[in-house]
Protein backbone atom coordinates (compact mmCIF):
# COMPACT_ATOMS: atom_id res chain seq x y z
CA UNK A 1 0.00 0.00 0.00
CA UNK A 2 1.79 3.21 -0.59
CA UNK A 3 2.45 5.63 1.90
CA UNK A 4 0.55 9.23 1.97
CA UNK A 5 3.63 10.61 1.40
CA UNK A 6 4.14 8.70 -2.48
CA UNK A 7 1.43 11.38 -3.78
CA UNK A 8 3.55 14.28 -3.31
CA UNK A 9 6.15 14.14 -6.18
CA UNK A 10 8.03 16.70 -8.74
CA UNK A 11 5.79 14.83 -11.69
CA UNK A 12 2.98 16.55 -10.07
CA UNK A 13 2.52 19.44 -12.57
CA UNK A 14 1.77 23.04 -11.06
CA UNK A 15 -1.66 24.09 -11.56
CA UNK A 16 -2.76 27.63 -13.10
CA UNK A 17 -3.05 30.56 -10.68
CA UNK A 18 -1.31 32.92 -8.83
CA UNK A 19 1.64 32.39 -6.08
CA UNK A 20 1.69 34.11 -2.44
CA UNK A 21 4.55 34.38 -0.28
CA UNK A 22 5.12 35.43 2.96
CA UNK A 23 8.41 35.20 4.89
CA UNK A 24 7.46 31.52 6.37
CA UNK A 25 4.60 30.28 3.80
CA UNK A 26 3.59 30.06 0.42
CA UNK A 27 0.11 30.18 -1.34
CA UNK A 28 0.00 28.31 -4.14
CA UNK A 29 -3.07 26.32 -6.41
CA UNK A 30 -4.19 22.99 -4.64
CA UNK A 31 -3.25 19.89 -7.12
CA UNK A 32 -4.26 16.43 -7.78
CA UNK A 33 -0.97 15.41 -5.48
CA UNK A 34 -2.25 17.30 -2.54
CA UNK A 35 -5.21 14.96 -1.95
CA UNK A 36 -3.62 12.60 0.40
CA UNK A 37 -2.13 14.75 2.99
CA UNK A 38 -5.27 17.36 2.44
CA UNK A 39 -7.37 14.68 3.72
CA UNK A 40 -4.91 13.47 6.52
CA UNK A 41 -4.90 17.07 7.91
CA UNK A 42 -8.61 18.04 7.74
CA UNK A 43 -9.86 14.09 8.70
CA UNK A 44 -9.99 15.76 12.37
CA UNK A 45 -12.94 16.38 14.96
CA UNK A 46 -11.28 19.67 16.25
CA UNK A 47 -10.98 21.00 12.53
CA UNK A 48 -14.65 20.03 10.59
CA UNK A 49 -16.50 21.06 13.87
CA UNK A 50 -15.15 24.95 13.02
CA UNK A 51 -15.25 24.52 8.98
CA UNK A 52 -19.27 24.61 8.18
CA UNK A 53 -18.68 22.74 4.96
CA UNK A 54 -16.78 19.61 6.51
CA UNK A 55 -18.56 16.97 7.49
CA UNK A 56 -16.79 14.02 10.02
CA UNK A 57 -15.23 11.93 9.38
CA UNK A 58 -13.98 13.68 5.93
CA UNK A 59 -14.09 10.99 3.77
CA UNK A 60 -10.76 10.65 1.24
CA UNK A 61 -12.93 10.69 -2.12
CA UNK A 62 -14.57 13.89 -1.09
CA UNK A 63 -10.61 16.09 -0.78
CA UNK A 64 -9.99 15.06 -4.25
CA UNK A 65 -12.90 16.36 -5.69
CA UNK A 66 -12.90 19.21 -3.69
CA UNK A 67 -9.35 19.86 -5.01
CA UNK A 68 -10.60 19.42 -8.43
CA UNK A 69 -13.74 21.74 -7.55
CA UNK A 70 -11.50 24.64 -6.61
CA UNK A 71 -9.87 24.15 -9.93
CA UNK A 72 -12.91 24.48 -11.67
CA UNK A 73 -13.95 27.59 -9.42
CA UNK A 74 -11.18 29.80 -10.22
CA UNK A 75 -10.82 29.06 -14.02
CA UNK A 76 -14.71 30.31 -13.89
CA UNK A 77 -14.03 33.22 -11.66
CA UNK A 78 -16.23 31.89 -8.79
CA UNK A 79 -13.33 31.39 -5.94
CA UNK A 80 -9.66 31.87 -5.29
CA UNK A 81 -8.37 28.59 -3.13
CA UNK A 82 -4.62 28.33 -2.12
CA UNK A 83 -2.81 25.88 -0.66
CA UNK A 84 -0.72 27.22 2.40
CA UNK A 85 2.68 25.58 2.72
CA UNK A 86 5.37 25.82 4.82
CA UNK A 87 7.96 27.18 2.87
CA UNK A 88 11.45 25.86 4.13
CA UNK A 89 10.07 22.13 4.57
CA UNK A 90 7.58 22.44 1.56
CA UNK A 91 4.98 20.92 3.80
CA UNK A 92 1.12 21.27 3.29
CA UNK A 93 0.30 23.00 6.53
CA UNK A 94 -3.99 23.98 5.73
CA UNK A 95 -5.61 25.81 3.31
CA UNK A 96 -7.45 29.20 2.55
CA UNK A 97 -9.43 31.16 0.04
CA UNK A 98 -12.37 33.05 -0.97
CA UNK A 99 -15.41 31.95 -2.85
CA UNK A 100 -16.78 35.37 -4.79
CA UNK A 101 -20.19 36.78 -5.04
CA UNK A 102 -21.89 36.58 -8.03
CA UNK A 103 -21.17 40.45 -9.37
CA UNK A 104 -17.14 39.72 -7.98
CA UNK A 105 -17.96 42.86 -5.86
CA UNK A 106 -17.45 41.01 -2.36
CA UNK A 107 -15.97 37.52 -1.01
CA UNK A 108 -16.34 35.36 1.59
CA UNK A 109 -13.45 34.34 3.83
CA UNK A 110 -12.83 30.74 4.66
CA UNK A 111 -9.58 29.34 6.45
CA UNK A 112 -8.50 26.40 8.30
CA UNK A 113 -4.79 25.27 9.49
CA UNK A 114 -3.59 21.13 10.51
CA UNK A 115 -3.38 20.50 13.82
CA UNK A 116 0.36 19.91 13.34
CA UNK A 117 0.87 23.37 12.45
CA UNK A 118 -0.83 24.84 14.80
CA UNK A 119 0.06 28.11 17.59
CA UNK A 120 2.64 28.91 15.16
CA UNK A 121 0.26 32.43 14.03
CA UNK A 122 0.26 30.51 10.65
CA UNK A 123 -3.42 31.18 10.09
CA UNK A 124 -2.98 35.09 10.52
CA UNK A 125 0.73 35.70 8.50
CA UNK A 126 -2.11 33.73 5.08
CA UNK A 127 -4.85 35.28 6.24
CA UNK A 128 -3.17 38.60 5.85
CA UNK A 129 -1.33 37.94 2.71
CA UNK A 130 -4.36 36.69 0.82
CA UNK A 131 -6.54 39.69 2.19
CA UNK A 132 -4.04 41.95 0.86
CA UNK A 133 -3.79 40.13 -2.35
CA UNK A 134 -7.21 40.05 -2.54
CA UNK A 135 -7.79 44.26 -2.26
CA UNK A 136 -5.00 44.57 -4.65
CA UNK A 137 -6.02 42.08 -7.81
CA UNK A 138 -9.61 41.19 -7.75
CA UNK A 139 -12.57 43.59 -8.20
CA UNK A 140 -13.76 42.68 -5.01
CA UNK A 141 -14.98 46.01 -2.27
CA UNK A 142 -15.40 43.72 0.70
CA UNK A 143 -14.98 40.57 2.53
CA UNK A 144 -16.87 38.63 4.55
CA UNK A 145 -16.25 36.18 7.03
CA UNK A 146 -18.66 33.43 9.24
CA UNK A 147 -16.97 32.13 12.59
CA UNK A 148 -18.19 29.75 15.16
CA UNK A 149 -18.92 31.62 18.21
CA UNK A 150 -17.00 29.06 20.39
CA UNK A 151 -13.75 28.91 17.59
CA UNK A 152 -11.70 31.91 19.69
CA UNK A 153 -8.21 31.22 17.56
CA UNK A 154 -10.36 32.56 14.02
CA UNK A 155 -11.98 35.38 16.10
CA UNK A 156 -8.71 36.74 17.22
CA UNK A 157 -7.36 36.57 14.22
CA UNK A 158 -9.90 38.01 12.30
CA UNK A 159 -9.52 41.27 15.09
CA UNK A 160 -6.02 41.54 14.62
CA UNK A 161 -6.72 42.38 10.33
CA UNK A 162 -9.08 44.55 11.38
CA UNK A 163 -12.45 43.15 10.52
CA UNK A 164 -15.26 44.46 12.19
CA UNK A 165 -18.54 42.24 13.76
CA UNK A 166 -21.87 42.71 11.66
CA UNK A 167 -23.50 40.61 13.29
CA UNK A 168 -24.74 37.25 14.98
CA UNK A 169 -27.24 34.30 13.67
CA UNK A 170 -27.16 30.27 13.51
CA UNK A 171 -25.84 28.11 10.78
CA UNK A 172 -25.54 24.27 9.99
CA UNK A 173 -22.68 22.48 9.97
CA UNK A 174 -21.80 19.10 7.87
CA UNK A 175 -20.38 17.76 10.47
CA UNK A 176 -23.25 18.44 12.65
CA UNK A 177 -26.54 17.68 10.48
CA UNK A 178 -29.67 18.78 11.98
CA UNK A 179 -28.06 21.51 14.15
CA UNK A 180 -27.95 24.97 13.66
CA UNK A 181 -24.87 26.34 15.76
CA UNK A 182 -24.06 30.11 17.35
CA UNK A 183 -21.97 32.08 14.38
CA UNK A 184 -20.59 35.31 14.49
CA UNK A 185 -20.67 37.40 10.80
CA UNK A 186 -17.45 39.55 10.29
CA UNK A 187 -16.54 42.38 7.30
CA UNK A 188 -13.90 44.18 5.91
CA UNK A 189 -14.10 47.11 3.93
CA UNK A 190 -11.30 47.77 1.18
CA UNK A 191 -10.56 50.93 2.16
CA UNK A 192 -10.66 49.90 5.71
CA UNK A 193 -7.40 48.60 5.39
CA UNK A 194 -5.66 51.57 5.68
CA UNK A 195 -3.91 51.54 9.17
CA UNK A 196 -5.92 53.09 11.70
CA UNK A 197 -4.65 55.27 14.31
CA UNK A 198 -5.43 55.16 18.36
CA UNK A 199 -3.38 58.08 18.83
CA UNK A 200 -5.20 61.58 20.50
CA UNK A 201 -6.66 63.61 17.12
CA UNK A 202 -4.07 66.19 15.86
CA UNK A 203 -4.39 68.82 13.72
CA UNK A 204 -4.09 67.42 10.00
CA UNK A 205 -1.25 68.02 7.42
CA UNK A 206 -2.11 69.39 3.75
CA UNK A 207 -0.63 67.18 1.45
CA UNK A 208 -0.44 68.46 -1.73
CA UNK A 209 -0.20 66.34 -4.88
CA UNK A 210 -1.16 66.55 -8.59
CA UNK A 211 -3.08 64.37 -11.29
CA UNK A 212 -3.60 64.09 -14.92
CA UNK A 213 -6.82 62.55 -16.51
CA UNK A 214 -4.73 61.22 -19.68
CA UNK A 215 -7.08 61.09 -22.74
CA UNK A 216 -6.85 58.95 -25.61
CA UNK A 217 -7.92 59.86 -29.44
CA UNK A 218 -11.12 57.39 -28.78
CA UNK A 219 -11.70 60.14 -25.95
CA UNK A 220 -11.21 57.63 -22.83
CA UNK A 221 -9.44 58.50 -19.71
CA UNK A 222 -6.45 56.56 -18.45
CA UNK A 223 -6.57 54.86 -14.83
CA UNK A 224 -4.14 53.12 -12.81
CA UNK A 225 -4.60 50.50 -10.33
CA UNK A 226 -2.59 51.13 -6.83
CA UNK A 227 -0.59 47.47 -6.25
CA UNK A 228 0.33 45.77 -3.53
CA UNK A 229 2.23 47.15 -0.60
CA UNK A 230 0.75 50.50 -1.18
CA UNK A 231 -2.22 52.02 0.88
CA UNK A 232 -5.83 51.40 -0.57
CA UNK A 233 -4.34 48.77 -2.82
CA UNK A 234 -6.73 47.66 -5.31
CA UNK A 235 -8.15 51.33 -6.08
CA UNK A 236 -8.11 52.79 -9.61
CA UNK A 237 -6.86 56.47 -9.97
CA UNK A 238 -5.39 59.03 -11.77
CA UNK A 239 -1.58 59.15 -12.47
CA UNK A 240 0.23 61.71 -10.17
CA UNK A 241 2.18 62.06 -6.68
CA UNK A 242 3.56 64.18 -4.26
CA UNK A 243 4.94 67.69 -5.40
CA UNK A 244 8.80 67.75 -4.26
CA UNK A 245 10.36 70.65 -2.46
CA UNK A 246 10.47 73.41 -5.05
CA UNK A 247 8.50 71.91 -7.61
CA UNK A 248 5.21 73.36 -9.28
CA UNK A 249 2.44 71.83 -9.88
CA UNK A 250 3.18 71.19 -13.91
CA UNK A 251 6.61 70.08 -13.14
CA UNK A 252 5.68 67.40 -11.11
CA UNK A 253 3.00 65.92 -13.13
CA UNK A 254 5.40 65.79 -16.00
CA UNK A 255 8.02 64.21 -13.67
CA UNK A 256 5.42 61.16 -12.14
CA UNK A 257 3.89 60.52 -15.66
CA UNK A 258 7.83 59.69 -16.78
CA UNK A 259 8.80 57.64 -13.77
CA UNK A 260 5.56 55.88 -13.39
CA UNK A 261 4.45 55.76 -17.02
CA UNK A 262 7.38 55.90 -19.01
CA UNK A 263 5.61 59.16 -20.70
CA UNK A 264 7.39 61.81 -22.25
CA UNK A 265 4.85 65.23 -21.66
CA UNK A 266 5.16 69.26 -22.12
CA UNK A 267 3.71 70.89 -18.88
CA UNK A 268 2.48 73.24 -21.67
CA UNK A 269 0.48 70.58 -22.78
CA UNK A 270 -1.78 70.44 -19.69
CA UNK A 271 -4.91 72.00 -19.32
CA UNK A 272 -6.24 72.36 -15.70
CA UNK A 273 -9.20 71.26 -14.73
CA UNK A 274 -10.18 70.57 -11.26
CA UNK A 275 -8.97 70.08 -7.79
CA UNK A 276 -10.14 67.56 -5.11
CA UNK A 277 -9.84 68.28 -1.41
CA UNK A 278 -10.32 65.47 0.66
CA UNK A 279 -10.11 65.13 4.39
CA UNK A 280 -8.74 61.82 5.20
CA UNK A 281 -8.08 60.69 8.91
CA UNK A 282 -4.63 61.98 8.98
CA UNK A 283 -4.21 64.53 6.42
CA UNK A 284 -5.89 66.72 4.29
CA UNK A 285 -5.09 65.58 0.56
CA UNK A 286 -5.10 69.03 -2.21
CA UNK A 287 -4.36 67.68 -5.43
CA UNK A 288 -5.00 69.80 -8.99
CA UNK A 289 -6.25 67.54 -11.56
CA UNK A 290 -4.98 68.96 -15.04
CA UNK A 291 -5.93 67.53 -18.66
CA UNK A 292 -3.84 65.86 -20.93
CA UNK A 293 -4.13 64.89 -24.37
CA UNK A 294 -0.51 65.18 -25.62
CA UNK A 295 2.23 63.00 -25.05
CA UNK A 296 5.32 60.61 -26.29
CA UNK A 297 5.38 56.99 -25.48
CA UNK A 298 2.72 54.51 -24.65
CA UNK A 299 1.95 54.25 -21.19
CA UNK A 300 3.39 50.98 -19.14
CA UNK A 301 2.90 50.35 -15.20
CA UNK A 302 6.22 50.72 -14.51
CA UNK A 303 5.64 50.27 -10.62
CA UNK A 304 3.37 46.84 -11.16
CA UNK A 305 0.62 48.79 -11.62
CA UNK A 306 -2.14 47.65 -13.98
CA UNK A 307 -3.73 50.29 -16.57
CA UNK A 308 -6.93 50.88 -18.26
CA UNK A 309 -8.39 53.17 -20.31
CA UNK A 310 -11.88 53.96 -19.67
CA UNK A 311 -14.85 55.54 -21.42
CA UNK A 312 -16.20 58.06 -19.15
CA UNK A 313 -19.68 56.51 -18.79
CA UNK A 314 -18.03 53.60 -17.20
CA UNK A 315 -15.32 55.35 -14.73
CA UNK A 316 -18.02 55.05 -11.92
CA UNK A 317 -17.35 51.27 -12.30
CA UNK A 318 -13.73 51.05 -11.00
CA UNK A 319 -13.58 51.48 -7.70
CA UNK A 320 -11.38 55.11 -6.46
CA UNK A 321 -10.02 56.89 -3.34
CA UNK A 322 -12.69 58.86 -1.97
CA UNK A 323 -10.54 62.11 -2.97
CA UNK A 324 -10.91 60.49 -6.66
CA UNK A 325 -14.72 59.72 -6.65
CA UNK A 326 -16.20 63.42 -7.48
CA UNK A 327 -13.87 63.59 -9.91
CA UNK A 328 -16.04 60.86 -12.14
CA UNK A 329 -19.37 63.19 -12.72
CA UNK A 330 -17.12 66.20 -13.76
CA UNK A 331 -14.99 64.34 -16.47
CA UNK A 332 -18.31 62.23 -17.13
CA UNK A 333 -19.84 65.72 -18.68
CA UNK A 334 -16.83 67.25 -19.87
CA UNK A 335 -15.92 64.35 -22.22
Known amino acids: MPDLFDSLTPEVAAPPGPVLRTQRLTLRPLHGGDAALFHRLINDWDICRRVPDAPFPYPQAQAQSWIAAAAQDREAGRAEQFAVEETLTGALAG ?23 WRQGYALEAVRRLVEWAFASLPIAQLHAVVAADNDGSLAVLGRLGFEQTGKGHRVFSCRPGEKLPVKHFSLARESDAPKTTEPAQKSATLLVVAAALIDRQGRVLLARRPEGKKMAGLWEFPGGKLETGETPEAALARELREELGLETDPKD ?21 LCRRWKGEPRGREGQKLAWVAPGDLAEYPMPAADRPLIPMLRDFL
Open 95 to 117: CVGLKLSKDRKSAELGYWIGRAH
Open 270 to 290: FAPFVFASHAYENFHLLMPVF
